[in-house]
């Protein structure tokens, strides 16, 4: 069963902390995502990257930034995390563009609260 | 006008009855539009999708009808289950542009009554 696996279920950190989120993927996808998610607003992505060590903005990325130095693990970090960072942080894989089974998995998301 | 609008924010419906969700989009761009389920707990997971080539695609009780001149397109639960209560999204993207990012709407719990 293919699989995206994020680190946490969850985290409390402090106001001013470097905050790491890990997410892995074992089914060799060129493409990965970082989205938030918060009530009434849907999935709004961080950022995405398409190939090792390539990285793209997404529609929120202050505050953040990304590292994808292999293929199956893309991180996500808060550099100085703030108290509306608090919220559901979910990753994803998929495969290219317009191939045969196209479409987005999902990790099951780490709930991060900035105390 | 990269946004998706979706509608209604939460829904009740009884057993056996149809639940209809609605979004609608400005990017004429976009060519390509899922539906994802998410159960409390866990990620959100591919339901259906949809490309404008066609204005209906079906699958078992979930069809998506989709209106390309007027930039909306919907989902339909037929005959939905209390196992089908969940937050649905639809989303949408250009095929053509590099990693498929999905512009998600902001969801709509859904509650089957039994």
């Known amino acids: 069963d293919v699989k995206v696996t994020q680190s946490s279920r969850y985290l409390v950190k402090r106001t001013g902390e470097k905050v790491f989120l890990e997410c892995v993927q074992d089914m060799d996808h060129e493409n990965m995502f970082w989205y938030r998610q918060d009530p009434g607003l849907g999935l709004r992505l961080i950022y995405f990257?398409?190939?090792?060590?390539?990285?793209e903005k997404g529609d929120i990325p202050e505050g953040y930034s990304v590292s994808r130095e292999k293929k199956e693990r893309f991180s996500l970090i808060l550099e100085s995390a703030s108290t509306n960072q608090t919220s559901m942080y979910l990753c994803?894989?998929?495969?290219?563009?317009?191939?045969?089974?196209?479409?987005?998995?999902f990790g099951s998301g780490t709930r991060l609260t900035v105390v | 006008q990269q946004q998706v609008k979706q509608s209604p924010q939460s829904l009740i419906v009884q057993k056996g009855g149809i639940s209809i969700i609605n979004c609608a989009y400005e990017?004429?761009?976009?060519?390509?539009f899922p539906w994802y389920q998410q159960f409390p707990g866990k990620g959100p997971a591919l339901l259906i999708a949809?490309?404008?080539?066609?204005s209906e695609k079906k699958e078992g009780r979930f069809t998506i009808s989709f209106n390309k001149s007027a930039k909306q397109f919907s989902l339909h639960i037929m005959d939905s289950q209390p196992g089908d209560s969940a937050t649905y999204f639809c989303?949408?993207?250009?095929?053509?542009?590099?990693?498929?990012?999905?512009?998600f709407g902001q969801g709509t719990e859904l509650s089957v009554k039994p």
């Open positions: 990257s398409y190939d090792v060590k390539m990285k």
């Open positions: 994803a894989s998929s495969t290219p563009v317009g191939s045969r089974n196209y479409g987005y998995t």
């Open positions: 990017n004429t761009a976009f060519d390509y």
């Open positions: 989303a949408a993207s250009p095929l053509g542009n590099q990693g498929g990012k999905l512009i």
């Open positions: 949809i490309r404008p080539d066609v």
